[in-house]
């Protein structure tokens, strides 16, 4: 039997040893968390402000926000943040486990497939974990842009519309990051109960599943199309690693849209028409790139760390009687 037919060309979940898998990825996934957050908080910055009001893109919003923030503004909500990691793990299970499933007893073999369906499946898990602690952290990413941009605060007053004038007051006087942390759930709460931790939940479900979906579906995709172009002896982690950020552009410019109107809702708390009817009224057709510059850089280097580690950390945990089987 010749190499090529023995090699493996994807590594599953049986085939790895838990007890290096798990930490690692958990290690992994606060490491690349703490590269790209900055991304993250300017992108939701810039779907959440009315046309151009502060921010005028990605690179002034960077310049603006460690003027007037400091490098700790660009890391506001960062630890309430990590706890995301925790529905991460649980979400990259899903999808091992998925794909085990679908494999052993649905009897689908084709990768793709089995990619696409499982990172749906695992994004309805995580995001049913993730959205609360997500909604909390939009809020505290945008604290910083209240209490610095007074001059602005006409045209941007209904950032946070859950904060109640009490509320505002009581995160005013917050100057501990738990002090924030305290003030922004009492005003979630208040203003809509136990469920204003999910507004948006269905939401997020119709933005971040088909992510998940088309995100692996991608990966997988053009991961065998340069697998089969490229000459023999390139690395296959080299290969992974360069179909990583073509998959997040991809995946990136297609659900920008559903990931604005999703950010508006959780922050704003509007109805989704309503919404809707505002974004168009503001930005028009150009509402589906709101955000996307920031967005584009944070998939592109977030894919590209993300797999550089979650692929070699698979390798690293390759029970033995596989590793004779496995290309780096």
């Known amino acids: 039997m010749s190499f090529e037919m023995e090699e493996i060309q994807v590594i599953e979940l049986k085939m790895m040893d838990k007890r290096k898998y798990f930490p690692l990825t958990l290690a992994s996934g606060l490491t690349i968390r703490s590269m ?18 502060v921010y005028n893109g990605t690179f002034d919003a960077l ?37 085990h499933y679908m494999a052993e007893h649905m009897g689908v073999t084709e990768n793709s497939t089995r990619a696409f369906v499982a990172g749906g499946c695992a994004s309805i898990v995580g995001q049913t974990l993730a959205v609360p602690l997500d909604i ?24 946070v519309k859950s904060a109640s004038s009490s509320d505002m007051d009581a995160e005013k006087e917050a100057r501990s990051r738990l002090g924030s942390l305290k003030a922004i759930v009492k005003a979630i709460y208040r203003q809509d109960g136990a469920l204003g931790f999910y507004k948006g939940y269905f939401v997020s479900l119709a933005c971040f599943a088909p992510n998940s979906a088309l995100w692996w579906f ?43 109107i999703r950010a508006r809702i959780q922050v704003e708390g509007h109805h989704l028409r309503e919404t809707l009817e505002i974004l168009w009224r503001e930005e028009g057709v150009w509402m589906a ?35 004779d089987r496995i290309r780096w």
């Open 218 to 260: 991608f990966y997988d995709t053009y991961t065998n199309i340069l697998y089969n172009i490229s000459p023999d002896g390139i690395p296959r982690l080299g290969i992974q690693v360069v179909a990583a950020p073509l998959t997040g552009v991809s995946s990136a410019v297609l659900t920008n849209p559903l990931d604005v």
């Open 63 to 99: 310049i603006k926000i460690g003027r007037n923030e400091g490098s700790s503004g660009l890391y506001r909500g960062f630890w309430v943040s990590c706890l995301q990691l925790f529905p991460s793990m649980v979400y990259i299970s899903s999808y091992e486990g998925m794909r």
């Open 136 to 159: 909390v952290t939009q809020h505290l990413m945008l604290m910083g842009r209240r209490e610095k941009n007074k001059a602005n605060e006409k045209s941007t007053s209904n950032v």
């Open 36 to 53: 790209l957050y900055p991304f993250m908080l300017i992108k939701t910055r810039l779907q959440i402000q009315r046309s151009k009001t």
């Open 289 to 323: 790139t709101k955000g996307l510059s920031a967005r584009l850089v944070q998939s592109i280097t977030f894919s590209f760390f993300l797999m550089l580690g979650y692929e070699s950390i698979k390798r690293w945990s390759v029970l033995d009687e596989y590793k």
